[in-house]
C-alpha cells in the first residue's frame, strides 16, 4: 500500500484547511486509515482515525470539535478538515494505514506511512 498525502500549507489563526491523503496499491487490506503529526522537536502524536468500513472515527482531545476525517472509499482516500486551526496544530501531517481492528492510536498499530505535508499556522 503507497500513501500520498496532500493539502498542507500556511494559514492564520482560525482559517480552515482540508488535507487529502489518497492510497494505491492493495488498498482491501486496508481497515483503519489515520492521521499523525509531528511538532518541531516533538514526537509524533495521533491526531485522528477512521475505519474505512462504517466511518466511525476517534480523535484526539485537542482537536475534537475541530477537526473531521472523512473517507471517499470509491477514490480510496481519506480526509482531514482543520477548522478553527490554531498555532499549536502547526505540524508535519501524516496519513497512514493498518490492517489492525482493535487499536489505532499508536505509531506502531499502523503497517503503511505515507510522506507529510506541512501544515504551518500563524498567530
Known amino acids: 500500500v503507497q500513501l500520498q498525502a496532500s493539502g498542507g500549507g500556511l494559514v492564520q489563526t482560525g482559517d480552515s484547511l482540508r488535507l487529502s491523503c489518497v492510497a494505491s496499491g492493495q488498498t482491501f487490506r486496508i481497515y483503519v486509515m489515520g492521521w499523525f503529526r509531528q511538532a518541531p522537536g516533538k514526537e509524533r502524536e495521533f491526531v485522528a482515525a477512521?475505519?474505512?468500513?462504517?466511518?466511525?472515527?476517534d480523535y484526539v482531545e485537542s482537536v475534537k470539535g475541530r477537526f473531521t476525517i472523512s473517507t471517499d472509499n470509491a477514490k480510496n482516500s481519506v480526509y482531514l478538515q482543520m477548522d478553527s486551526v490554531k498555532p499549536e496544530d502547526t505540524a508535519v501531517y501524516f496519513c497512514?494505514?493498518?490492517?489492525?481492528?482493535?487499536?489505532?492510536?499508536?505509531?506502531?498499530?499502523?503497517?503503511?506511512w505515507g510522506r507529510g505535508t506541512q501544515v504551518t499556522v500563524s498567530s
Open positions: 477512521i475505519k474505512w468500513s462504517d466511518g466511525s472515527a
Open positions: 497512514a494505514a493498518t490492517r489492525m481492528r482493535l487499536r489505532w492510536t499508536r505509531l506502531i498499530d499502523y503497517d503503511w
